[in-house]
Nanobody, 124 residues
Framework: QVQVVESGGGLVQAGGSLRLSCTAS????????MAWFRQAPGKEREFVSA????????DDADFAKGRFTASRDNNKNTVHLQMNSLKPEDTAIYYC?????????????????RGQGTQVTVSS
């Protein structure tokens, strides 16, 4: 059974940084596209960032560009989301998702596996 587990969330002041991590218990992790989504209270889930299996290509939501950076370590079955210059509106549960294959999708329904999420709270 595939497990996707996020970590690294927490409470941070506006302007601060957090680094989220996600591990996926899949074989051939290097063949999986990975993505981050988030959902704030009362709002729909939204795309944050996606990274290709090799890690060479990323796709970031407009709000993430210049502030958030996705990376991965295929030797450790891990992806990271470095979040800088955090704003109160970044407060949400952040989810990691995995999909076999090399494609970039901003639709969470295209990812076969998803974790339980990690809470990020940014205070003003």
């Amino acid at each position: 059974q595939v497990q996707v587990v996020e970590s690294g969330g927490g409470l941070v002041q506006a302007g601060g940084s957090l680094r989220l991590s996600c591990t996926a218990s899949v074989l051939a992790f290097s063949r999986y596209s990975m993505a981050w989504f988030r959902q704030a209270p009362g709002k729909e889930r939204e795309f944050v960032s996606a990274i290709s299996p090799s890690g060479w290509t990323t796709d970031d939501a407009d709000f993430a560009k210049g502030r958030f950076t996705a990376s991965r370590d295929n030797n450790k079955n891990t992806v990271h989301l470095q979040m800088n210059s955090l704003k109160p509106e970044d407060t949400a549960i952040y989810y990691c998702a995995a999909a076999p294959g090399d494609y970039s999708s901003r639709d969470s329904r295209n990812y076969a596996y998803r974790g339980q999420g990690t809470q990020v709270t940014v205070s003003s």
